[in-house]
T-cell receptor
């Protein structure tokens, strides 16, 4: 069964600090991995996509990494802002399949 | 504006009273799907549709029905709601050949 596990479940950081979220998956055959940001009371929105050949990709202060050999990804948030407070969901797609495998999410709280 | 629209956003109902949550997308996407989101469990797929008149069960279909009479609409029907269907529901669509899901704003359903 395809699985996606995220850690930590939640974290609290001070404004301006950095943090890293982890995602491990067993989805096969792997197509791509996306990180979504879900603000409270809103639907998830895609932040970045990682394909098999990509190791690192940045979107502003968000940097995602992928190690396809160990089936691990991370999302690094640099110089956090209050608006980064949200749930971050790791979503993995298998080849030739619309079905998405979701992690349970990491809730990030940024405090002033 | 390209979007997925769900209605209602909030709903409180009583056990056994049939209800429908509507979902409409204006992006001409073939694939549409319903998910429920519960604390600690992440997003779980209820039903999905590959195209008009084509629907199939997801991981947690019990107690739900769907229909896809038109490409843009994909309503979720609860014939006899029960308290264990209290949850946050999301509709999403995916364009053909892609994997990015576009989510609605969510519907918070409480069954008492």
């Amino acid at each position: 069964k395809n699985q996606v596990e995220q850690s930590p479940q939640s974290l609290i950081i001070l404004e301006g600090k950095n943090c890293t979220l982890q995602c491990n998956y067993t989805v096969s055959p792997f197509s791509n991995l996306r990180w979504y940001k879900q603000d409270t009371g809103r639907g998830p929105v895609s932040l970045t996509i990682m394909t098999f050949s990509e190791n690192t990709k940045s979107n502003g202060r968000y940097t995602a990494t992928l190690d396809a050999d160990t089936k691990q990804s991370s999302l690094h948030i640099t110089a956090s802002q209050l608006s980064d407070s949200a749930s971050y969901i790791c979503v993995v797609s298998a080849q030739n399949d619309y079905k998405l495998s979701f992690g349970a999410g990491t809730t990030v709280t940024v405090r002033a | 504006e390209a979007q997925v629209t769900q209605n209602p956003r909030y709903l409180i109902t009583v056990t056994g009273k049939k209800l429908t949550v509507t979902c409409s997308q204006n992006m001409n996407h073939e694939y549409m799907s319903w998910y429920r989101q519960d604390p600690g469990l992440g997003l779980r797929q209820i039903y999905y549709s590959m195209n008009v008149e084509v629907t199939d069960k997801g991981d947690v279909p019990e107690g739900y029905k769907v229909s896809r009479k038109e490409k843009r609409n994909f309503p979720l029907i609860l014939e006899s709601p029960s308290p264990n269907q209290t949850s946050l529901y999301f509709c999403a669509s995916i364009p053909f050949g892609h994997t990015e899901a576009f989510f609605g704003q969510g519907t918070r359903l409480t069954v008492v």
